[in-house]
């Protein structure tokens, strides 16, 4: 089982925009940790170092200009604020890979279709 940990940094916003707000990880951390993990979406969860969790659907991908791919998860249920607060994401099963959109439409009806497949998955 793969985990990656790390600080919830800001984003882009554009899952809020899209109605699926993410939590998304410092790609520093994921460059010390050297971690090979294949790029898309996957089903997992996101823990808290307090033992709490989440059902997430987890990005891993694009890469930026120094090859780190950006990390954001949307938690299933959650809703607050998680700037600076570390988080721990465990990769469960791969989805798809990641993939650029014609619009925020077609992506906003592809997150809703990958978010369904999350919640039909055994804990």
């Known amino acids: 089982m793969l985990e990656i940990s790390g600080k919830v940094v800001a984003g882009e916003k ?3 925009r899209l109605g699926f707000p993410t ?3 410092d790609r520093r951390q994921f460059a010390r940790s ?3 993990i294949r ?5 997992g969860r996101a823990v808290f170092p307090e033992g709490k969790s989440f059902k997430a ?5 694009p890469l930026d200009k120094r ?3 950006k990390i954001e998860a949307h938690l299933l249920g959650f809703s607050g604020n998680l700037y600076g ?3 721990n994401l465990v990769l469960g099963s791969y989805l798809r890979p990641f993939k650029k959109f014609v619009n925020e ?3 906003q009806k592809q997150i809703a279709r990958d978010i369904a497949r999350i919640k039909a998955l055994k804990a």
């Not at 790029?39 to 089903?43: D, F, I, T, Y």
């Open 14 to 16: 554009i899952g809020r």
């Open 23 to 25: 939590a998304n990880l």
């Open 34 to 36: 050297r971690q090979r």
């Open 39 to 43: 790029l898309g979406v996957w089903a």
């Open 57 to 61: 659907g987890i990005v891993i991908g």
């Open 67 to 69: 090859g780190l791919p």
């Open 85 to 87: 607060q570390k988080l």
């Open 105 to 107: 439409q077609v992506l």
